[in-house]
């Protein structure tokens, strides 16, 4: 496994990351594995908050959700992926968990979350919202928006690579992220949504 410097590849290709060959086959993730693993976690969440009969309410803790999601995907982005480690080590972390993605930025196997990352990331949340909304159906409701921002994030990701919608939004959203890649990587951190960018001061300005 090595980083690779000042080197980016607009083809779809995919390099070899890891020497294991095992290890390195489950580094390549197919667009559809995180539909398949929580889509059926999104439907028992909101089956889960209508058992509880939470009725209208569960349109507000849905959104809750969907909200604390784009802060986080911000978050994320912006001190977890794009922090510089100085260390050999902590670089070659970073490589495997975004700096790939900036080098080879059309490689398809490689533009969704891992589903072990992503069940990893959900642990905190989910017991956040447990504890915090309640051990009830609002809870379920919050994580489910949570569910469906995150889908929304690594769908809309892969397809800013690789669709050619013309639905006006994408191709805002296409425009952003494109020119967060190339010409701006220090701005620009949002996906599926630029709202945090403009709250914090990180938009782009002037997309081309």
């Known amino acids: 496994m090595s980083a690779q410097k000042n080197f980016v590849s607009l083809k779809d290709e995919t390099i070899r990351m890891f020497d294991n060959p095992i290890l390195d086959w489950f580094s ?20 889960s908050a209508i058992r509880h009969d939470l009725g209208l309410m569960i349109i507000p803790f849905f959104f809750a959700g969907l909200i604390i999601w784009t802060l986080s995907e911000y978050v994320l982005h912006r001190f977890v992926f794009h922090y510089h480690p100085t260390s050999q080590f902590g670089q070659k972390i970073h490589f495997v968990m975004h ?20 069940i990893l990331i959900s642990i905190p949340f989910a017991l956040g919202f447990w504890f915090g909304f309640g051990q009830n159906g609002a809870s379920f409701a919050a994580f489910a928006g949570m569910i469906f921002g ?44 630029t709202i945090w960018d403009h709250i914090f001061g990180t938009t782009i300005k002037n997309e081309k």
């Open 150 to 193: 995150y889908l929304s994030y690594d769908m809309l990701h892969y397809a800013v690579h690789h669709a050619k919608w013309t639905n006006s939004y994408f191709v805002k959203l296409k425009k952003h992220h494109m020119a967060h890649h190339f010409v701006h990587p220090e701005e620009g951190f949002g996906v599926s949504s």
């Open 99 to 118: 700096g790939v993605h900036h080098d080879y930025p059309n490689d398809s196997k490689r533009l969704v979350m891992p589903p072990v990352l992503s």
């Open 28 to 47: 390549k993730i197919h667009w559809s594995a995180p539909l398949i693993v929580w889509v059926p976690v999104f439907l028992f969440c909101l089956y």
